[in-house]
């Protein structure tokens, strides 16, 4: 595929233009930009890991709506993609403001996975981040996966690309022998999506409040994996813990679970 040229991604940006996808019989990118605003920063004035996971799942949507299997072509059959696991290697943090590009595109199938990565650029052009992640396609009613039949059906549309952004595909995370209560917290309206649960952003807002305001001055989390078990519906109670996944402290493990003890979502926090 003949990428998209350094004068023509410009142009876009002056413009403010969303940048569309290049499509080739054997690649499909999606490229589109952000502004930083105000409400996406923390009070250090740097991008919340939450806001780059919305970036990540708007562009990921607006791909797989061109290429005819997004939300509006999956909802009609009562079936939605959702994020099963997903690596974040964040290399800068930008503030208020300034430009976000996101690149993306599927890369792959992996059972009943569809594998997809991402690219995040700054204004000038110089990589800032990488991302690989794991969707699996469910019934939008029982939020269970569908069959293999079924799910080689809907995506025989992808052509993917074998580039990886990040190349090793999201696995298991191991459970430290100490954790501890970090907080819990209940489910209410402003965190349920439009699949009826809470959506994947809020899972990371939920792992980043449990780190004290002054663990943010002067280090940065520069690599988040998080494997997404199972959905929180309205009016859920999630009981978060964290420990230590090294001597050092560096790699911190956050885990949530339902009072019932089903666990809800797995994390590994790498600081520097």
Known sequence: ????????????????????PMITKKQTHWYQ??????????NFNKIRLDSVFDYLQEAASNNAELLGWGYNDLIKDELTWVLSRVILDLKVYKGVGEIIEVDTWPKGIDGILALRDYRLYDANENIIGLATSAWLLVNSKTMRPVKKDIFDLRVQKINPDSENAIENTPGKILIPEKIEFAYERKIKYSDIDVNHHVNNAKYVQFILDCFEMNEFSGKEIRN???????ELKYEDNV???????DVEGKRIYVEGVKNNGKKVFQSLVKWQ
């Open 1 to 20: 595929m003949q990428k998209m040229g350094r004068s023509t991604r410009q142009f876009c940006r002056k413009r403010g233009f969303l940048i569309y």
């Open 33 to 42: 930009k952000h502004q930083i605003s105000l409400y996406e920063v923390d």
């Open 224 to 230: 988040i994996r998080i494997n997404f078990l199972s």
């Open 239 to 245: 009981v978060i813990h964290k420990g230590k996944a």
